[in-house]
């Protein structure tokens, strides 16, 4: 922990700066340029000022006052990392406790102004700010980092090598991406589409890097027009094959600092007539958006990148089944051992997962976990992004339920798995919650319906046998999945909750979407299932083309928690199909013992 | 069958009329000033000018050509009757037939005019009309019904009395409801509410008329300030009751053909300061939207009274229990009847109606029937809106599947039930659908769903079993129903399909609606069975408050097509204890001999 005089020194030169500035409140995010799922160290200002380490939280600062927002996950450790540096803590979405616009509103004299940066402010928040201190008349500073100039050891911008997808691998060339890209606006009526999403840029450029943990992207952006295509990236991230490459395929590589430059001679002000430019609000930071919106004809619309990258083509799917059966049995290899070592040997929630990293590690595609591995045993099971501290986690007993979710990212695939295992004995009501959970878990795969179904025609099918028992976890059933690419992906997804104002996506062969039910009971136990789940075509008749899905996981589901006498007959033939998979499937990857004991694990009920 | 040359002469007359007018195209659709589901004679212009008496079609007439577009239920029907009338069929959503604001774009000249009486063209149809033609800059007129002036001996303009809901069946006061319009125009931010649909009216002001057929409602118009209230009704409607009635809610009675002018009176150029109005474009004409369109400050949304007439009270749940209860009981002696009837006397489609018709007269409350009787076999039964006419219908058989859709209008309220009858053998392939269909039905009615959901979310419990079987029904499984008012009603409904445009209701307590999944099998049968359901709250738990169904119809679901064997275990529990339901609620009002037979066709499987 940073010594807190250190912080209340940081957070008095912050306020000499903001003075400096002429500006009253200055807000810091916890955000990249591109609104990424993880932060690297570059970007970590907040925790460089407040101390306060946890993944997600926003500081407010005045001259003044100086308030941390961040959410129920992180009330416990923010309360003690905050302690005695002048910081007090808005705990998010409890009674009483205003958000930062209510709370800056409440706060701010008319006429006063607010700093940030605002390429690390997403736009849609910022337009929030806007609506709630327009009354105010407050003036915003968005153009300037004021804690650069006070972080002398800031570590250095992430910028990894640009690895061009090997041939064999990309689903597509560059140039047939473009060409559908380019089709989609046309059909939208837009002569140029600027992306910022990373994933989505490096789908349509085929290339890979290292800049954000777990997600294998390079900060980068694009500008793509009828034609011609641009990507941003930095100097030290090219070599010469990324040049070969990228000018093969007909695209014109620009200095990823030079963006905003690049964008403002687009938009002369006198060159209104070339058409309009596409940009996704929900990808765009503030200051993006403050020149799009200074510079005229531009629309707000889905970038058709993200429905094209989440529709898998035949080559990646290949790829995809070949990863997902090596990925299940390393995860089948684990249950095995972790249910025989808990018995024999002195186990940590963080030693399993390493011992799970580490059979993944033997597999020659393996390039890294596509998120932390959870490893929660019991109470911590209950937390959903829980995430074992070597140092402080807790000791595995031979009885009670661990949950482990996990993924790697291989050359060949994403991928994203949980189980929840029995490692001794298991209550009556464990029993009952952890088969309610397959049974939605399983209806769900086995789910034939109409094309043009979204998830929210669907999420029903998983959370059924819960919301019969008057029980449902909060959060959605389901998200897409990248291909060597991001673990977590649209447009797709399974929820029930309608909010008008999101768009759905119906579910197109080729997609992949997670199926993961699960019950969470704090301080007692959490129980999660998780197959990811590849969308294909059913049956056409004449009512219409089916859907269906076929599982990609194979990896058995622990009859030790399983009351077959709880599950319909036809959930109970679901699971026996299922399990008569995974034997087959995994069965000849396994040792003699293994395998006798996943014939056991997965015989019919 | 109107002569033809009858029908010639008229197109010849309303032809001088369009010159005269300087009309050069003229549009007729089938549509009352309301958009209401039945069009009553008076505004059968269409058929009086083509001779075609279908219920859905528009006429399109110029000096040149006439053209008439339909659906498919009347392509054999329409062919036949516009014979030798010179007007041409156009085949609704057939391939390459082109729709009326295509067909008009592509045949009408840059600067021609098109005449309409803007009074029955909805806005929606009317904008669509404006943007197809737009770029021809074509003139709209709208304001004249030029088929009056050639229509001698045009029926009366329906004007029924106004009676007043008698006090006891008033879920509220009309006081108690304007108090509720008004809190939701507060929140909206609109001072004045416009309403032109008819049942939103009654239900408001607690009246009922007979203006419309099945419908029983006024034609009449809405306005709500802040402090006002204004029913447009005709002269002929009132008298010293409803006068009395209407001063008591203290309600301003106007002319019911005075609205325009008292909305120009309240639209003065001026005045535009005096806060927004609100209309719902739905169901609103193109000349009301014209006049909003015209004098400034409007808001389109949806009208509080739609939401607020769907949630019935405590009062109006407790008439209409007791009401489904009677319909049941008559519903089930007509099955017991026609099963028996149908071996020992000749019967029709028609008499079998005729005969369910009667069972209801003979219910006190009956007021008459909700919509047309559908009494369709065998193939008949393939066609949704099927109406078998007393002159040319089907005889029955004792085999075979009998469609009965009915229902009845009652003081205290509306029913709506659809039961398919097998009248002696039917085939295994029958079997098969009709207890898919059955599962369907009992698996949406006994679903736990958490607050929040809307059909979207259960449409697959009632279509899965067909849906596993690659077949599907081409319409939405449910739909809200009236409280002695219109069989159809919103905003809730249980349908599949993602309209981004249309907004979903959620399904709040005290809703009705229909579970009616269904087989049709064009030539061969058709399969529905439909209950009508109360939204229930169920457990209210640490996850949150779930809602559930129950039902208010109680007839048999015929065994002798159920393969229970087809069926899984938790479908037969619902199916049986469903039957038990209807044995104990319906076999006290029963004969001897019609209660042994409902025992029978009551017990488990």
Chains 1, 2 share one sequence.
């Not at 990236?233 to 070599?239: D, N, P, V």
Request: proline share 3%; hydrophobic share 40%; charged share 25%.
């Amino acid at each position: 922990m940073t010594d807190k005089k250190v912080i209340r020194q940081r957070l008095r030169m912050l306020r000499t700066a903001m003075r400096e500035a002429g500006v009253d409140y200055y807000l810091v995010p916890t955000a990249d340029f591109h609104n990424s799922e993880y932060v690297s160290s570059y970007f970590k200002e907040r925790e460089f000022l407040s101390g306060f380490t946890g993944s997600a939280g926003t500081l407010v600062i005045s001259q003044e006052e100086a308030g941390l927002w961040t959410d129920g996950r992180y009330f416990v450790q923010a309360q003690r990392e905050l302690e005695d540096t002048g910081i007090s803590l808005y705990r998010q979405q409890e009674e009483g406790v205003p958000d930062i616009p209510e709370w800056l509103c409440q706060n701010m004299w008319e006429g006063q102004s607010l700093g940030f940066d605002g390429r690390v402010v997403t736009a849609e928040f910022g337009r929030r700010l806007e609506t709630a201190l327009s009354e105010k008349r407050i003036r915003f500073v968005w153009e300037r980092d004021l804690v650069d100039s006070i972080w002398q050891d800031r570590p250095a911008f992430p910028c990894s090598r640009a690895e061009a997808v090997p041939a064999e691998y990309c689903g597509e060339s560059v140039a047939q991406k473009l060409e559908k890209v380019r089709k989609k606006m046309k059909e939208n009526r837009v002569s140029a589409l600027f992306i910022s999403k990373l994933d989505d840029l490096m789908w349509l450029f085929n290339l890979r890097g290292n800049d954000v943990a777990f997600n294998p992207v390079l900060m980068s952006y694009g500008f793509i027009t009828e034609t011609d295509a641009y990507i941003f990236l930095q100097a030290g991230s090219l070599h010469k094959e990324t040049l070969v490459c990228m000018r093969e395929a007909g695209v014109w590589i620009r200095d990823y600092w030079s963006i905003v430059p690049f964008l403002q001679e687009y938009f002369p002000a006198g060159r209104r007539n070339q058409g309009i430019l596409m940009y996704d609000v929900r990808n765009v930071s503030y200051a993006m958006y403050r020149i799009f919106w200074n510079y005229g004809s531009c629309r707000e619309g889905v970038s058709p990148t993200e429905l094209l990258k989440a529709v898998k083509t035949e080559t990646e799917l290949a790829f995809i089944r070949k990863i997902y059966l090596k990925d299940s049995i390393a995860v089948t290899k684990f249950i095995y051992w972790v249910k025989h070592a808990v018995k024999e040997q002195s186990l940590t929630e963080y030693s399993a997962a390493e011992y799970l990293d580490s059979l993944r590690g033997g597999i020659p595609e393996f390039l890294g976990v596509s998120f932390p591995t959870i490893s929660a045993y019991m109470e911590n099971g209950a937390m959903m992004h829980y995430e074992a501290d070597a140092s402080a986690c807790a000791a595995l007993e031979a009885a009670g339920l661990l949950l482990v979710d996990s993924g790697g990212q291989y050359l060949g695939g994403t991928t994203d798995v949980t189980r929840t295992i029995a490692l001794g004995d298991v209550t009556q009501e464990m029993k009952e919650h952890f088969t309610a959970v397959a049974s939605g878990m399983l209806r769900l795969s086995e789910a034939k319906f109409l094309y043009g179904c979204t998830g929210r025609n669907l999420d029903i099918l998983a959370r059924g046998p819960l919301w019969d028992m008057g029980m449902d976890y909060k959060c959605g059933t389901g998200h897409g999945v990248g291909y060597m690419l991001n673990v977590h992906e649209g447009p797709q997804s399974i929820r029930w909750r309608y909010v008008r104002s999101v768009p759905e996506a119906v579910l197109e062969e080729g997609m992949l979407v997670t199926d993961e039910p699960g019950v969470y009971l704090e301080g007692q136990y959490g129980i999660r299932t998780e197959n990811v789940l590849e969308v294909k075509q059913g049956v056409r008749s004449a009512d219409g083309q089916f859907m269906e899905f076929a599982p990609l996981t194979f990896v058995p589901i622990d009859l030790d928690a399983i009351l077959p006498e709880r599950m319909t007959q036809r959930d109970r033939e679901a699971l026996n199909r299922y399990h008569g998979m995974v034997y087959e499937k995994i069965s000849p990857y396994l040792t003699e013992a293994e395998k006798e004991w996943l014939e056991e694990v997965t015989r019919a009920v």
